[in-house]
């Protein structure tokens, strides 16, 4: 799913939100989101999952061209751990989809 597909899922759901409403409501949720996860804040969407920011330390890298070392310096990344709820219902409609595919074959 895209931002734009989210967009015109948010509009198609709720029939008082023009489409220029739902893609502002779609753009200020990411925004707030990734101010605090540049904070450094945690943000917990319970039953959907967490994002976090995880660090990786630095390390010696090697150049595959040249097979010089190469430092690479420490990095904070985005992590999304999903939920409980998430992890489940994926699961699931995965065994239908499976269980749909054998029955086919």
């Known amino acids: ?21 739902a893609e502002f409501a779609v753009k200020t949720l990411l925004d707030a989101m990734s101010d605090a996860l540049v904070r450094g804040h945690r943000i917990e969407l319970r039953g959907f999952g967490s994002f976090s920011i995880n660090r990786r ?5 090697r150049n595959p061209r040249s097979g010089e ?8 990344v985005p992590h999304f751990k999903p939920g409980k ?3 489940e219902a994926v699961d ?7 269980a749909k595919s054998e029955l086919k074959s």
């Open 1 to 21: 799913m895209t931002r734009s597909d989210l967009v015109e899922e948010l509009a198609a759901r709720f029939g008082q939100l023009t489409h220029r409403d």
């Open 57 to 61: 330390p630095p390390r010696m890298g």
């Open 69 to 76: 070392s190469v430092a690479i310096p420490e990095k904070r």
């Open 85 to 87: 709820a998430l992890r």
């Open 92 to 98: 699931a409609r995965t065994q239908e989809l499976l």
